[in-house]
T-cell receptor
Framework: GDSVTQMEGPVTLSEEACLTI???????????LFWYVQYPGEGLQLLLK?????DKGSNKGFEATYRKETTSFHLEKGSVQVSDSAVYFC?????????????FGGGTRLMVKP | EAEVAQSPRYKITEKSQAVAFWCDPI?????LYWYRQILGQGPELLVQ????????DSQLPKDRFSAERLKGVDSTLKIQPAELGDSAMYLC?????????FGPGTRLLVL
């Protein structure tokens, strides 16, 4: 079945540092890929997405490129802020699966210190 | 901006009691999902509706959980009886094409 693997956290960075959170996937079809962010006590917010190979999703300074050859979708940001502290989830949606359900990774907690 | 609404935001109950959660999806979204998120883990799908019909409930513990979406709009998830292991965040989402939009969740604590 489909699966998503993320790097384990927590990831602790100083403000203005560069961020990379690794995400790799396995899927039987041609999935769409997503990054969601969850702030403490809240639901998940869509951060960015990519629907086909070589697409780059971007939002709020974050970006991720759909790499089919390495089955990866790593999240990057050039300069993090304290307000970026949250849990980040990589997910895939495989239209070959009935219902278009999302399969999530385990999440990576990011802590940004001033 | 339209949002998915959920209530209550927090629920504390004793084991063996019944609990119910409500979700109102974004207007016009035909597909609705219920997920359970255990602390420190990613969400896992419990049930998916397309309009009023269940598309996938393979991971729903049907001996104690039930879900309905009678008019194809809002939805209710019920647990009866609640067990200690049910303590988690229950998330509702609705989708437009293949992008899912999540509500704020209901955090359940079973004592």
């Amino acid at each position: 079945g489909d699966s998503v693997t993320q790097m384990e956290g927590p990831v602790t960075l100083s403000e203005e540092a560069c961020l990379t959170i690794n995400c790799t996937y396995t899927a039987t079809g041609y999935p769409s890929l997503f990054w969601y962010v969850q702030y403490p006590g809240e639901g998940l917010q869509l951060l960015l997405k990519a629907t086909k190979a070589d697409d780059k999703g971007s939002n709020k300074g974050f970006e991720a490129t759909y790499r089919k050859e390495t089955t990866s979708f790593h999240l990057e940001k050039g300069s993090v802020q304290v307000s970026d502290s949250a849990v980040y989830f990589c997910a895939l949606s495989d239209l070959d699966n009935a219902g278009n359900m999302l399969t999530f990774g385990g999440g990576t907690r990011l802590m940004v210190k001033p | 901006e339209a949002e998915v609404a959920q209530s209550p935001r927090y629920k504390i109950t004793e084991k063996s009691q019944a609990v119910a959660f409500w979700c109102d999806p974004i207007s016009g979204h035909a597909t609705l999902y219920w997920y359970r998120q255990i602390l420190g883990q990613g969400p896992e799908l419990l049930v998916q509706f397309q309009d009023e019909s269940v598309v996938d409930d393979s991971q729903l513990p049907k001996d104690r959980f039930s879900a309905e979406r009678l008019k194809g709009v809002d939805s209710t998830l019920k647990i009866q009886p609640a067990e200690l292991g049910d303590s988690a965040m229950y998330l509702c989402a609705s989708s437009f094409e293949e992008t899912q939009y999540f509500g704020p969740g209901t955090r359940l604590l079973v004592l």
